[in-house]
């Protein structure tokens, strides 16, 4: 994932660790074919007649028909409320997934819930990161790891991971573990709607060499890079 955007450092904005597309327009043909079968899949899941969304909406039907139709795309306030719409839709098993995920997961992996607290973590997660998992379940990111992680983890709960906006991030860091040593990590990190509106994290951790995180501070002006849903190709 990293690779494809190291070598378009000039989509980068001036937003710390944003990224956006001078070049392409919001209404772009990507987003035009991706939102008819959005609209669509939101519909079936939730039961709804166009006449039905478009009430939820507050829109005419003729409305959402030529979005399905791929004529008009809605605006970006609607988009948010579809996206949060066609999230909770589903919502009702997400917390079961997540945790045989957490399970089975091939790679080192945490939840994060509101206010970057440790929520649960697969079973590799403690010897990848070379961290206690029983003292960190249930505690805030925050005051565990020194000052440097504390000023990342802000900016990446700035960034939107836990307001519905942001699709994903790639963080690095680096502390010193229980054993004093000093460790560099990065991690890929999506978030997850569940049904009580709570909007949890799922990072995917792997521990890198101290070259590897220069280079991304380097790539990406910082050590949070994060794409929002709006900018996201399809």
Not at 111 to 130: H, K, N, Q, Y
Not at 132 to 138: D, I, K, S, T, Y
Not at 221 to 227: A, C, D, I, N, Y
Request: proline share 4%; aromatic share 10%.
């Amino acid at each position: 994932m990293t690779d494809q955007f190291r070598d378009h450092e000039h989509w980068r904005s001036g937003a710390y660790g944003n990224v956006w597309r001078p070049d392409l327009p919001t209404n772009r043909p990507a987003e035009s074919r991706r939102w008819p079968n959005l609209i669509k899949q939101l519909r079936r899941r939730a039961g709804l007649s166009q006449a039905a969304l478009a009430e939820e909406l507050g829109v005419r039907q003729a409305s959402v028909s030529r979005w399905e139709n791929g004529h008009d795309l809605p605006s970006l306030q609607l988009r948010h409320r579809m996206r949060t719409m066609l999230q909770t839709s589903n919502a009702s098993c997400l917390k079961q997934q997540l945790q045989i995920r957490m399970a089975y997961a091939p790679s080192p992996m945490s939840i994060v819930g509101p206010g970057a607290r440790f929520l649960d973590f697969s079973r590799s997660f403690a010897a990848e990161t070379g961290t206690v998992v029983e003292v960190l379940r249930g505690n805030r990111i925050y005051g565990q790891f020194g000052e440097t992680v504390d000023m990342t983890t802000e900016t990446w709960e700035k960034s939107g991971i836990f307001g519905g906006d942001i699709a994903f991030t790639l963080t690095v860091l680096a502390f010193r573990n229980a054993a004093g040593q000093m460790v560099h990590l990065k991690n890929f990190d999506t978030p997850y709607m569940l049904d009580d509106d709570e909007i949890v994290t799922i990072c995917e951790t792997r521990r890198i060499e101290e070259s590897a995180y220069d280079e991304h501070i380097l790539t990406y002006g910082g050590p949070v890079f994060f794409l929002s849903y709006d900018e996201l190709g399809s």
